[in-house]
């Protein structure tokens, strides 16, 4: 069977990366009955899992010349003197290529997610957190499972970005635990939605479609988990304690905005100018809206949890994402979790009128 490893266009890429870490496992011998947010959430984080087998028919196909029926638009170089000299095969190739990215990145973030919810249920010092993360690690592990599966369709794979694994990176090696949920609870996981989103909105493959709107059911609760603890945990820092996760915060969101659009690695990878789709890219008005939207599900969370400086106001302000912070998370959640109620119910039609049909032959 084939790897996904075998999949990179590029040799000598790892097969593991070891990341080095150190950090307290704290038992909590309190026993409380635990916070009621936090073991709502838990109970909810169990009642909603899913077989990933089970729920999705992995027996449907991607288009192999646009795998996710996304319009052309949503190609970083669409527009472009490049992308106008492409013959059909050539912007076939390069459709497939940039999409197998994009679901390469999600799937890489998926495992991170997987380890550092792990992390989290050893370190974090209250049993109900420890309660909830325990349900998110099956959360990531399914994850991991499902985007594994729909790369396998794409025929080609590509490893983890260098700023996606930088941010990765310090998110592991941070003894303290607060550090791990900022990162991924709130960064990477926020960023995720908004991505996912833009597949599960705009996308016209179903499978596609399927994949990332159950992903994002499970990943509001996750996002909504890191909110509720550090909710409770940020005013009881100090000041300056307070500052360095804002300082953490600004740097992080900056290296996401600027470098989570499609690598040089895949022009590079199809013979494109790299420097040329580079610098097309940086000036592109659908990129931008793109960088801009990947902040809607971050923004009103730092706002929530008290990180609300005036370091973290203005450069949101800068990103022009300021206005992101009157959003409702609990309404973005609740509006995920319709959408895929929505394609259950939508699939279990198609299923009764196909069987219907079928009884009637």
């Known amino acids: 069977m084939t790897a996904l490893r075998d999949l990179y266009p590029m040799p000598g890429i790892d097969d593991h990366w070891h990341v080095p870490q150190e950090f307290d496992a704290v038992f909590d011998w309190r026993f409380d009955e635990g916070r009621t ?3 709502h959430l838990y109970q909810k984080g169990k009642d909603m899992q899913w077989d990933a087998m089970a729920r999705i028919d992995w027996d449907q196909e991607l288009d192999p010349e ?3 029926e996304m319009p052309d638009e949503a190609v970083p170089i669409y527009g472009s003197d490049i992308w106008n000299k492409l013959n059909n095969k050539e912007k076939a190739e390069l459709r497939r290529h940039g999409q197998a990215w994009n679901i390469s990145q999600f799937l ?4 991170a997610a997987l380890l550092a919810a792990s992390k989290i249920v050893q370190s ?6 420890k ?3 325990a349900t ?3 959360d990531e592990a399914r994850h991991v499972e499902v985007y594994r599966n729909l790369m396998k369709k794409f025929g080609v794979a590509y490893p983890m970005t260098d700023p996606l694994q930088d941010l ?3 998110a592991l090696r941070d003894s303290r635990w607060d550090m791990t949920y900022l990162a991924m609870q709130v960064v990477i996981e926020g ?3 908004a991505a996912f989103g833009t597949i599960r909105d705009i996308a016209q493959n179903p499978l596609a479609r399927m994949v990332n709107a159950y992903v994002m059911e499970d990943e509001a609760r996750h996002v909504a988990f890191g909110r509720l603890s550090l909710r409770d945990y940020y005013p009881q820092l100090t000041q300056a304690e307070r500052d360095e996760r804002e300082e953490f915060l600004v740097e992080a969101c900056y290296l996401m905005r600027d470098r989570m659009t499609q690598s040089g690695v895949v022009y590079e990878t199809l013979g494109l100018p790299v420097a040329e789709c580079e610098a097309f890219t940086q000036q592109s008005e659908i990129v931008k809206l793109y960088r801009t939207l990947l902040f809607q599900r971050i923004v009103p969370i730092v706002k929530d949890i008290g990180l609300w400086g005036p370091k973290i106001r203005k450069a949101y302000e800068d990103m022009g994402v300021l206005h992101f912070a009157e959003l409702d998370p609990d309404l973005l959640q609740q509006q995920d979790e319709e959408v895929a109620r929505g394609i259950d119910a939508n699939k279990a039609r198609a299923d009764y009128i196909s069987a219907v049909a079928a009884h009637a032959e």
């Open 124 to 129: 974090v010092p209250d049993l109900d957190s």
């Open 136 to 138: 998110q690690v099956m």
């Open 66 to 68: 646009n795998p996710m």
């Open 108 to 111: 890489q973030g998926e495992q």
């Open 131 to 133: 309660f909830y993360a």
């Open 191 to 193: 960023l995720a939605l």
């Open 37 to 39: 947010t936090l073991m």
């Open 168 to 170: 990765i990176n310090d």
